[in-house]
């Protein structure tokens, strides 16, 4: 049974930083590419970045040069580096597979605000 739980969000202000985590369990994590999608009000789900098995990375254009995602195989674990915030940043972050397999954690909720 796939089991995906997100942590590491909050408030923040305007050009702030956060770091998410996700714990995998339930498949081969070292064999499955991971990603990170989230949802702000009232707007549809979102992939924002995902990450191969070999840690090659890819982003949206809203989030490039500034969200950076990684993964440590050994801890079953995928991150998600967030620098310099800004309000429509604000949503809920869940992790998943690439592509999307319909399994989501609780997502974790990250607000952007002064």
């Known amino acids: 049974q796939v089991q995906l739980v997100e942590s590491g969000g909050g408030l923040v202000q305007p050009g702030g930083s956060l770091r998410l985590s996700c714990s995998a369990s339930?498949?081969?994590?070292?064999?499955?590419?991971m990603a990170w999608y989230r949802q702000a009000l009232g707007k549809q789900r979102e992939l924002v970045a995902f990450?191969?098995?070999?840690?090659?990375?890819t982003y949206s254009d809203s989030v490039k040069g500034r969200f950076t995602i990684s993964r440590d195989n050994a801890k079953k674990t995928v991150y998600l580096q967030m620098n310099s915030l800004k309000p429509e940043d604000t949503a809920v972050y869940y992790c998943?597979?690439?592509?999307?397999?319909?399994?989501w954690g609780q997502g974790i909720q990250v607000t952007v605000s002064s």
């Open positions: 998943g597979t690439w592509p999307s397999r319909g399994s």
């Open positions: 990450i191969r098995t070999a840690s090659e990375s």
């Open positions: 339930g498949f081969i994590f070292s064999f499955t590419a």
